[in-house]
């Protein structure tokens, strides 16, 4: 069992950069792949992020692409994702979550913890 808490959003402007946080209780840590999803008013749930237990794999989705960058602290408990150059259309709360495996998934459904969420606002 973990839990997931994140933390780091906030109201920007378009251009602004922001670092998401999410903390995960528990150890063994390293055996979780991690993910980040969005989901904005109206809409369904959809794959920003993830990322494989060493730290080493990443994956995102094409919108976010030269944009933002996950990473993850083992030792820490922590994931990340840096989100730079900030547009309107990334606005949406902001969920990490767990699933214990060697690879990446985009797929929700597959991830077994999630956090409460985070609201990012883009402002034009």
């Known amino acids: 069992q973990v839990q997931l808490v994140e933390s780091g959003g906030g109201l920007v402007q378009s251009g602004d950069s922001l670092r998401l946080s999410c903390a995960a209780s528990g150890r063994t840590f390293n055996i979780y792949a991690m993910a980040w999803f969005r989901q904005a008013p109206g809409k369904e749930r959809k794959f920003v992020a993830a990322i494989i237990g060493s730290g080493d794999g990443v994956t995102y989705e094409d919108s976010v692409k030269g944009r933002f960058t996950v990473s993850r602290d083992n030792a820490k408990n922590m994931m990340y994702l840096q989100m730079n150059s900030l547009k309107p259309e990334d606005t949406a709360v902001y969920y990490c979550?767990?699933?214990?495996?060697?690879?990446?998934?985009?797929?929700?459904?597959?991830?077994?913890?999630w956090g409460q969420g985070t609201q990012v606002t883009v402002s034009s």
């Open positions: 979550a767990a699933v214990v495996r060697a690879s990446v998934t985009f797929r929700a459904n597959e991830y077994d913890y």
